[in-house]
């Protein structure tokens, strides 16, 4: 019987996976990297505090669990319905193993999508949904959705066709949500280039980034225990 994309996905994130462990290839994760955008200090702030709870993601975590409770427990069962063509919404991980060409280092990247919506047996669109006080939609979003269609193009050996990238955004300070879709092809390249700069900062190829703008550091939950932060003009 022939397997879908998806079951194609998921074999290779095994595998994937098993490689990182045998290997002790160092893991990163999507939504760390996407967190890093605009200030990579607030990672090390997060290493020596701990990660702290915002109003915003608790009532994200909540959410996720109304609208997103799509866990992948089956998958032969949802692959014969990807297989006939039908339109399926899941959760499942997807990974990239990434090398340095300079330093020769092996990283893991690897994340979760919130929904990957499956239609006629190709990948319909991504979706991640996101709260904070407005409902604007962030490069950093669009980074992070990019880097989960990177890796889906390298675990199924290439797309021959184009993916939606959409984001929600649910505002906590009226409940309003806003949506905006973007096409892989559009992003891609900015994507990996913001990704490749990110992740000099990871392997230690350079110091950590600061925000460049005071508001940003106004929605940082490390906002009273940062010293860079009077850097910032």
């Known amino acids: 019987m022939p397997s879908s994309i998806l079951s194609l996905i998921c074999k290779r994130f095994f595998e ?14 999507i939504s760390d990297i996407s967190s890093s955008v605009y200030c990579e200090w607030r990672k090390v702030l997060e290493l020596r505090y701990g990660k702290v709870d915002t109003d915003e993601m608790v ?17 032969s069962k949802i692959d014969s319905l990807v297989l006939k063509g039908e339109r399926v919404g899941v959760a499942t991980r997807v990974g990239l193993m990434w090398e340095d060409r300079e330093s020769g ?9 919130d929904l990957i ?11 991640e949904l996101k709260t ?5 939609v962030y490069s950093s979003d669009i980074i ?14 290439g797309l021959p066709y184009d993916i939606n990238l959409e984001v929600i ?25 913001e990704f490749k700069r990110i ?22 939950p490390y906002k009273n225990v940062c010293e860079k932060r009077i850097e910032i003009k």
Do not use: W
């Open 199 to 220: 992740m000099e900062f990871f392997l230690g190829k350079r110091p950590p980034s600061i925000a460049s703008s005071y508001k940003i550091c106004l929605s940082c």
């Open 169 to 193: 955004v649910k505002s906590t300070s009226d409940e309003k949500s806003f949506s905006e879709t973007f096409l892989f092809s559009d992003v891609k390249n900015f994507v990996f280039e």
């Open 16 to 29: 994937l996976s098993e490689i990182a462990k045998s290997e002790n290839i160092p893991r990163v994760f």
């Open 59 to 75: 009532l994200g975590r909540k959410l996720h669990e109304e609208f997103f409770s799509y866990d992948l427990t089956d998958v």
């Open 117 to 127: 919506i499956f239609s006629d047996g190709k990948i319909e669109r991504i979706v």
């Open 144 to 157: 992070q959705l990019g880097l989960y269609s990177i890796c889906i193009e390298n675990m199924v050996g």
């Open 132 to 136: 904070r006080k407005k409902a604007e």
């Open 105 to 113: 280092v092996r990283v893991f990247i690897t994340g979760e999508p």
